[in-house]
């Protein structure tokens, strides 16, 4: 690394020196930190001897790097950047990058591939859950046969503008992961406490689903692509399957869909299920969910969810039918736009209330109330107190006109 000055005068600025020193450093390293190359010709040829030695920084070159074991980092708290290296699984192996028991993993601008030899990409499995605070960032997982990411009790974890493949090459449609992101495994335990949150991510040609959440305390999506298909793979499932959790402590999910996108062709599959446990709450704001011979949210359960809320966005359903037919206590709709559906199947729903997109009628079987006054509160009162011009207002209630004489005073 070239030395500079601490401090440069106003004279210095312009020196010829430094810029120069510093052009050639950028071209070398690309970035300007002091970070360890890994690469040929660089300070360790390969990753785990890096790490190995106690480098905490790692800069990898443009280039393949093949493993035939897993990566293992010695001790928590370390950075490996790169723009686009390569590391491939050569070999079998359960996971590539071993997380288990570490914190503070950052990852960007990596591309890990399980090349349909690794079951995972990285494996973050804790049990018990605990905040392990990784942060990976423009990162890519291809070609792990189980999934790319597992966070199973990662809390305080962030995914930002990430690439989840279930292909170990582009322009192929053979699949070999079965899941994108995987928080939770089966059994009991294995819990997620704290808060997951995702970024502005993509999923594709994942086998069974692109999200698989289970036991998990709070999972926040923004802006991410879910479009894997069934016409791509038989076993598909669903983009997202959520469930509560099972054993002791067991958690109820509260996932969040913010500006999100739902690619259609999933067949008789629903865009995001909820099975064998009961989730908390599921919130969709502003998302496109495209199905086609499925409801965009389904669930056999009763109840399903505690609270479901779609605010804005569009729900399509090709085949026709309910778009949400999904047993819950409550459901909490405002302005979505139906397309080729029904909207909402209230059977098996407890409370329910929906501002109708397009002329803002409701539809509810609460009270409506406001400043704690019923809006809808009958009195007896006698006639001869009522004076004035009425109006006639149109109620509907499940679909059936109704007409009440309403009087502007009462003395």
């Avoid at 502005?200 to 994942?206: D, E, H």
């Avoid at 397009?358 to 509160?377: E, H």
Wanted: aromatic share 10%; net charge negative.
């Amino acid at each position: 690394m070239p030395t500079y000055p601490n401090h440069l005068s106003n004279g210095d600025l312009g020196d010829p020196t430094y810029i120069n020193a510093l052009v050639d450093d950028v071209a070398t390293h690309k970035h300007t930190a002091a970070d360890t190359i890994v690469g040929i010709g660089g300070d360790y040829t390969t990753i785990q001897a890096a790490l190995t030695a106690g480098v905490k920084s790692l800069w990898l070159k443009k280039e393949l790097f093949l493993i035939d074991t897993p990566i293992v980092p010695p001790s928590e708290d370390f950075w490996i950047f790169s723009q686009g290296a390569e590391v491939r699984a050569h070999s079998a192996m359960a996971r590539m990058l071993d997380l288990r028991g570490l914190r503070y993993c950052h990852l960007n601008g990596v591309f890990l591939n399980g090349y349909g030899l690794a079951a995972k990409c990285i494996d973050g499995l804790n049990s018990p859950s605990g905040p392990r605070m990784h942060d990976l960032r423009f990162t890519q997982f291809w070609g792990a046969t189980d999934c790319g990411v597992d966070f199973t009790g990662c809390e305080d974890s962030s995914l930002i503008s990430c690439r989840f493949d279930g292909r170990k090459a582009d322009d192929t449609t053979d699949l070999y992961g079965d899941y994108g992101l995987r928080i939770g495994e089966a059994g009991d335990g294995n819990k997620t406490g704290g808060q997951i949150n995702l970024y502005n991510s993509t999923f594709g040609f994942q086998k069974k689903a692109d999200l698989y959440a289970k036991n998990i305390w709070d999972l926040k999506i923004y802006g991410s692509l879910f479009a894997s298909k069934y016409t791509w793979s038989t076993a598909f499932v669903a983009h997202a399957i959520l469930e509560g959790g099972t054993g002791a402590d067991w958690l109820a999910p509260k996932v969040l869909f913010s500006g999100s996108w739902f690619d259609g062709a999933t067949g008789a599959h629903p865009n995001i299920l909820l099975q064998n446990i009961q989730s908390n709450e599921i919130t969709m704001d502003g998302c496109m969910v495209a199905g086609t011979d499925a409801p965009n949210i389904y669930s056999t359960l009763n109840p399903a969810v505690e609270s479901l809320n779609i605010i804005g966005g569009k729900l399509e359903r090709n085949a026709g039918g309910p778009h949400i037919q999904c047993p819950a206590r409550n459901i909490n709709v405002i302005c979505p736009q139906y397309i080729g559906g029904t909207g909402i199947d209230k059977t098996n729903v407890t409370n329910y209330f929906e501002i109708k997109n397009g002329g803002g009628s409701i539809d509810t079987n609460y009270d409506l109330s406001m400043n704690n006054r019923y809006l809808l509160d009958p009195k007896n009162y006698v006639d001869a107190t009522l004076s004035g011009t009425p109006k006639i207002v149109e109620i509907k209630i499940s679909g059936v006109s109704y007409y009440v004489k309403v009087y502007p005073t009462k003395t």
